[in-house]
């Protein structure tokens, strides 16, 4: 079917949408599965299960105690991914994802070069960083073992500050006795 020639679409508009469906074969898969909508699975428990599981196929065949088994994932939750994936129209969604080219497996990198470095650590970033994005940084805590939190407590491990830290975040830090670091390596 020629897009253009839909009412109210132009050469420019189906273009457009054209390169949006090429860039959501992007979306790496923790996004994908957070996606598809699996009852109590957000944004944060859809990375959780990416990195346990590494791909849908293997989340689609875990059994509760497989499940049950990942940090983070309790009896609720568990259950919830077996039903959606005991439901015929919910496999037939994920096969039909699959064939539209959309990520089913974590990326191979971030399979590989992961550690327990920051495991059981909650980390803040704070500030603008020269060298690598917040996204990046948020990769790689995650990457690590660690959790990412947007506001300082005391479960804070510590605040990783770029330039220009909020004068708010600082002070809490300081409040509480976080350690401001500016490297994750120090």
């Known amino acids: 079917m020629d897009i253009c020639r ?10 457009s949408i054209v390169h949006g469906i090429e860039d959501s074969k992007k979306v790496p898969f923790e996004r994908v599965l957070f996606a598809i909508g699996i009852r109590f699975v957000g944004e944060t428990v859809a990375k959780i299960l990416a990195r ?3 791909s849908m196929e293997a989340l689609e065949n875990a059994t509760m105690e ?18 959606f994936f005991a439901d015929e129209r919910s496999r037939e969604l994920v096969n ?3 064939e539209f080219g959309l990520q089913m497996e ?20 704070s500030g603008v960083f ?4 917040r996204d990046e940084y948020k990769a790689l805590i995650e990457r690590h073992g660690g959790k990412n939190s947007g506001s300082i407590s005391a479960k804070t491990s510590f605040v990783l500050a770029g330039d220009n830290m909020g004068p708010a975040k600082r002070e809490k830090a300081q409040e509480l006795g976080v350690r401001v670091r500016m490297s994750f390596w120090k």
Do not use: M, P
């Not at 009412?7 to 273009?15: N, P, W």
């Not at 088994?69 to 259950?79: H, L, P, R």
């Not at 020269?130 to 994005?133: A, D, F, L, P, V």
């Open 6 to 15: 839909l009412e109210g679409l132009g050469e420019k508009s189906a273009v």
């Open 52 to 54: 346990a599981f590494k």
């Open 66 to 83: 497989q499940l049950t088994a990942v940090n983070e994932i309790g009896t609720k939750i568990a259950q919830s991914i077996v039903s």
């Open 96 to 98: 039909r994802l699959k």
């Open 106 to 125: 974590l990326a191979q990198e971030e399979q590989e070069g992961g550690s327990d470095l920051l495991k059981d650590k909650t980390i803040v970033i």
């Open 130 to 133: 020269n060298y690598h994005s």
